[in-house]
């Protein structure tokens, strides 16, 4: 069978950046979630094929620790310091810029900030929160924003929803912009589709942009975001995937595959 047509781009391939909710995975449900077929394997083929691997998620409903702990159990192979995600990238920047937050995140997540000044909040983090997302909690965040002089809401992703086993959810996007909205701010995003995100991750790996292949189900946030800075992206037909999305207004992924073991027996056929 020929090679789709995206495949006579992947000259020069050195890395690649896997989402994972929706690519590795659908997340929830019981057990914690269920391996999409082929995506295990796929993860070990590409790590035998000796090309750079990072996991990019804008998962905030645990600790990246915790996170890497369910997909081992998942049966991944899959370490701490291969995952990008924005707690600790959030972290950073708090304490770079003498930042103390109030968080509205996942209580799973709070961990992350044990070692971040809460005292006197000059900002709010938001995450997803999931059940945390009461109007209480909400109406908190908005007057800690509201009576500051530059109020300054940082946000761990954009995402508008992802898949669980149990059908999609609301994710962090929805609740950053009712906040946006009723302070009359930008929120600062610190997951994808910031590029600042994606540079972080090919940094990490000592890759350009033009060496890097994104895979992700989300085509805003993962594709759109990933092409931004220069790098080639893939959307998945898993995850949160709908078919209206390869007719996306502004966004155009550079290839459709119908899950990660498709697109990785294409690549590893391209650069091997």
Known sequence: MAAPAWAGGLRGLRALLLDISGVLYDSGGAGGGQPIEGSKEAVSRIKESGLKLRFCTNETQATRGEFVKKLQLLGFDVSENEVIAPAPAACRILQERGLRPHLLVHEA??????????????????????????????NKAFQVLIGLQKPLLISLGRGRYYKETDGLKLDVGVYMKALEYACDIKAEVVGKPSRMFFLSALEDMGVEPHQALMIGDDIVNDVG????????????????????????PEVTADGYVNNLAEAVDVILQQVN
């Open 109 to 138: 997540l709070v961990p992350e900030f044990d070692r971040i000044d809460k005292m006197n909040p000059n900002c709010v983090v938001i995450g997803d929160a999931a059940e945390n997302f009461t109007y209480s909690n909400m």
């Open 225 to 248: 975001g990933a092409q931004q800075c220069g790098m080639r992206a893939l959307q998945v037909r898993t995850g949160k995937y709908r078919p209206c999305d390869e007719q996306h």
